[in-house]
C-alpha cells in the first residue's frame, strides 16, 4: 500500500522529499476569533490564509499543538471522515517504541482534541494502525490492521471506542489488513489485502452494521494476478462502488480498478495500457464520485520525476487519463503525489505533496485542473496531506508535518 512501508519504518516518513511546483497567486490575511471547546486540550485558529482560484476560499493551518499533535513517536493522521462530534480523524502513534493507532477529535475542523489512549483498544503486542474511518455503523467505523491480520474499531461519538473482536475466518491470520472503508454495499464495505497466498492480492470485508464482519471469497481472476494487486481506495460510485489501486511489481505498476454493484461480487476494470499504464509505474491512491462520475487521483512516476495524475470515468467502468501538464501535475526533479480527493458543490480538490510540503489541487469538472500556490507558512514544514473531507468551516484536511500530526482546513469566500 502507498505508506505501508512509512509506517513500518515510521521514520522515513521524514525522507519522503517533494519540491513546489512554480505558479503565482494572490494571498491574504485574515483573523478570524480563537475557537473553544468542550475537550481538555484546544488550539486557536490560525491568522495567515490563502486564497484559491477556481474554489473561491481561503487555506489556513491549524497552529501545533505538542499535547494533540505531538509526541516522541512521529504520530500521522492517515484519514478523516464527518461524524461523531463533527469529524473524526485516525491514525497511529508510535510513542514508547511500539505502534498504537490514535484518535483525533474536533467539533468544527480547527479546534481538536486526542482521544486519551487505551491500550486494551488502540494498542497490543504488535503495530495496530488506522487506515481509514468513515461514519456508519452505530456511529463512526475505522479500519486498519493489528500485527498480521485485518482490523475494526467502532464509535458512537467519535470519543469512545471499542474493538471489534478478532475472527481468524474474517480477519485472518496470514498478513491481512483493510485500508480503505466507505458506507455502500449491504451497509460497509472496507477493502485492503491478503498475503496468505505468497504473494499480494486484493481483499474485500463488507458489513451491515460496522460490528459483525464477512469476507467476500476470493477469486483469483478478480483479485489476484501475476504481480501484486494493491487496492488504495474504495467509494461510494459508478455502478456502486469503485475501488482503485495498483498492480504490478512495486517497480513496474500500473493503475488498477475494481467495480461492484452490491460490495459483494466483484469485477475488474480490462487493462488499458493507454489508460492505467503499461507498468510504468502509475498507481491510483483515491477516488470520489464528482465531476463527470468518478475520479480517481494518484501518481505517475513513469518518467524522471515523480508527478501527479488524474483518471475520470462517467460510470466507474471506462476511464481517461487527463492530460499531463508538468505546470499543474508536476516539478522539475520534485515529487507530487495526489493521496486524497474530494467532491465540493464547487467542485473537486485533491490534496497530496510536492517536495517537502504539502499541496493542493482544485478543478471546477475533474477535468480542468489548477494546483494551488505554495504558501510555506501554511503548507510548508516537510508537511504531506493524506486525507480530505468535507466538513468544519468548509474542508478539513489531514496528515503530517515532520513528526507531528498536522491538520489544514479551507474556508469559503463568503
Known amino acids: 500500500m502507498k505508506r505501508l512501508s512509512v509506517l513500518l519504518a515510521v521514520a522515513a516518513v521524514l525522507t ?3 519540491g513546489n511546483a512554480d505558479i503565482e497567486a494572490a494571498s491574504t490575511t485574515t483573523s478570524q476569533p480563537a475557537a473553544t471547546t468542550t ?3 484546544t488550539t486557536t485558529v490560525p491568522a495567515t490564509t490563502t486564497v484559491v ?8 493551518r491549524v497552529p501545533h499543538d505538542e499535547t494533540v499533535f505531538g509526541s516522541e513517536g512521529w504520530p500521522t493522521m492517515e484519514s478523516v471522515a464527518a461524524g461523531g462530534p463533527g469529524l473524526v480523524a485516525v491514525g497511529y502513534d508510535s510513542s514508547d517504541d511500539d505502534i498504537d493507532a490514535a484518535v483525533w477529535i474536533s467539533v468544527d475542523g480547527v479546534t481538536w482534541s486526542r482521544v486519551p489512549h487505551d491500550e486494551t483498544v488502540f494498542g497490543g503486542e504488535g503495530k495496530q494502525i488506522m487506515f481509514s474511518v468513515a461514519a456508519g455503523g452505530p456511529g463512526v467505523v475505522a479500519v486498519g490492521y493489528d500485527g498480521f491480520e485485518a482490523a475494526v474499531w467502532t464509535s458512537v461519538d467519535g470519543v469512545t471506542w471499542s474493538r471489534v473482536p478478532h475472527d481468524e475466518m474474517v480477519f485472518g491470520d496470514p ?3 483493510m485500508v480503505s472503508v466507505t458506507a455502500g454495499g449491504p451497509g460497509l464495505v472496507a477493502v485492503g489485502y491478503d498475503d496468505s497466498g505468497g504473494d499480494r492480492d486484493m481483499a474485500v470485508w463488507t458489513s451491515v452494521d460496522g460490528v459483525t464482519w464477512s469476507r467476500v471469497p476470493h477469486d483469483e481472476t478478480v483479485f489476484g494476478g501475476e504481480y501484486w494487486e494493491e487496492v ?8 456502486g462502488l469503485v475501488a482503485v489501486g495498483y498492480d504490478g511489481p512495486s517497480d513496474a505498476t500500473c493503475a488498477a480498478v475494481w467495480t461492484s454493484v452490491d ?6 476494470v480490462p487493462h488499458d495500457n493507454t489508460v492505467f499504464g503499461d507498468y510504468n509505474n502509475l498507481q491510483m491512491n483515491s477516488v470520489t464520485a464528482g465531476g463527470p462520475g468518478v475520479v480517481a487521483v494518484g501518481s505517475d512516476r513513469s518518467g524522471v520525476s515523480h508527478d501527479a495524475a488524474v483518471w475520470t470515468s462517467p460510470d466507474g467502468v471506462t476511464w481517461t487519463r487527463v492530460p499531463h501538464d508538468e505546470t499543474i501535475f508536476g516539478g522539475e526533479d520534485h515529487l507530487q503525489t495526489m493521496s486524497s480527493v474530494v467532491a465540493t458543490d464547487s467542485g473537486l480538490v485533491a490534496v497530496g505533496c510536492d517536495g517537502w510540503d504539502a499541496a493542493v489541487w482544485t478543478s471546477p469538472d475533474g477535468l480542468a485542473w489548477t494546483q494551488v500556490p505554495n504558501d510555506e507558512t501554511i503548507f510548508g514544514g516537510h508537511s504531506d496531506m493524506h486525507s ?4 468544519g468551516p468548509g474542508l478539513v484536511a489531514v496528515g503530517h508535518d515532520g513528526g507531528d500530526a498536522a491538520v489544514w482546513y479551507w474556508t469559503p469566500n463568503q
Open 16 to 18: 519522503a522529499a517533494c
Open 39 to 41: 475537550n481538555t486540550t
Open 53 to 60: 482560484d477556481q474554489i473561491a476560499g481561503v487555506w489556513a
Open 175 to 177: 498478513p491481512q489488513g
Open 232 to 239: 488504495q481506495s474504495v467509494t461510494a460510485g459508478g455502478p
Open 263 to 268: 460490495g459483494v461480487t466483484w469485477n475488474r
Open 388 to 391: 480530505v473531507v468535507a466538513g
